[in-house]
């Protein structure tokens, strides 16, 4: 690790170098990569100093009590080594953590699917609550909502709803949800007041704006309909809603959020690239399943993960035992203690991986 750790900082000090020199500032594509590069490389580097000094810290008050007679100086020096150590231990944590591969869509934004599963009406229902708490999510963290489609029900339930958010980071938070919702709720409608269990089905991927996947258009099947839901008069005057059939994978997008119906084909055909990357890669990556498993952002959209308990106010996540009494307010988007438990879990099984 710790040659590891030198050739970083060597790299770290030729970016320094680099920032500084009047050639690369005036290339200003040149310069972003550079800035990006050490950035990423700055909290390593950072750590690693914090270790170097206090190795070389426990190294002088070691070889100190050698030399010393004085009792109390020796008990001084003997609770500054094990404070030290104990801080190094931490920092060696922190270093494996860094020093973790990154995952490369985490900057990016994420088209995110939610559709009603078991449980009917009420499990459209639930739809809408989850699509509005990643909305209020979105909107805390500064990130912008773009809805791509929408299927709503008579009783103001979602029956399916796809959509973008756009900003730096999202992918990172948002990938650990993935997965079956599942909700247990006296519905609205039920008179004898029983406790209804209904499910949600959401599937998270990164956005692939220029990813080299082999798309034939000869091989996508475009419709064209009218647009549904608000938008005034030109709602339902206008064939400018699209809808993409890939014809090989039978994969569908559809897309009703512009008023164009070029600008909506542009935006499916970006959608559909992106599911078509991820498919393609799903079905080339032979470990993909196993590894799936044995992380906590697994994007099974098959995996029963989280418990919404509305009788007693209870949210738990199933793959790290996680839970909380403050549903309400987690629904209204205050879930990032949550995503930072599953992020921290999600790392600690990564490195067990990597020490096994």
């Known amino acids: 690790m710790l040659e590891k750790l030198k050739t970083i900082k060597d790299k770290f000090e030729e970016l320094s170098k680099a920032l500084v020199d009047p050639e690369i500032i005036s290339d200003i594509n040149r310069y972003t990569k550079i800035a990006k590069e050490y950035s990423t490389l700055e909290p390593i580097c950072q750590a690693y100093d914090k270790y170097h000094k206090l190795t070389n810290d426990i190294k002088s008050a070691e070889e100190l009590l050698q030399i ?33 591969p990154k995952d490369a869509n985490d900057d990016k934004n994420v088209i995110m699917e939610i559709r009603s599963g078991a449980g009917g009406e009420e499990s459209s229902l639930f739809c809408g609550v989850l699509f509005r708490m990643y909305c209020m999510y979105a909107e805390k963290m500064r990130w912008k909502v773009e809805v791509l489609d929408m299927n709503e029900t008579e009783l103001n339930g979602i029956k399916e ?28 409608t039920e008179s004898s007041g029983r406790i209804h269990t209904s499910t949600s089905t959401v599937a998270v991927l990164p956005e692939h704006e220029d990813v080299d996947v082999e798309l034939n258009e000869k091989d996508v099947k475009i419709d064209t309909y009218r647009s549904s839901g608000a938008g005034g008069q030109h709602v339902n005057t206008t064939d400018s809603a699209i809808r993409l059939t890939h014809i090989p994978t039978g994969m569908v997008v559809c897309c009703q959020d512009e008023r164009s119906q070029t600008k909506n084909k542009e935006k499916a055909f970006r959608v559909l690239k992106s599911k078509l990357y991820d498919y393609y890669q799903m079905q080339k990556d032979s470990e993909y399943a196993e590894n799936r498993k044995n992380q906590v952002g697994t994007g099974d959209r098959s995996e029963r993960i989280r418990t919404y308990n509305y009788p007693q106010g209870r949210l738990t996540d199933h793959r790290i035992n996680y839970t909380e009494y403050s549903l309400t307010s987690f629904l209204d988007g205050n879930i990032d203690n949550l995503i930072e438990s599953l992020r921290i879990a999600d790392q600690k099984a990564k490195l067990e991986k990597l020490d096994a």
């Open 68 to 100: 010393e007679t004085d009792s109390e100086m020796i008990e001084m020096l003997q609770e500054e080594i094990k404070e030290n150590k104990s801080t190094l231990n931490s920092i060696e944590d922190e270093i494996k953590i860094l020093l973790l």
């Open 161 to 188: 709803v796809s959509f973008m958010v756009k900003g730096l980071g999202a992918f990172s938070k948002l990938k650990y949800e993935s997965g079956v919702h599942r909700v247990q709720r006296v519905p609205e």
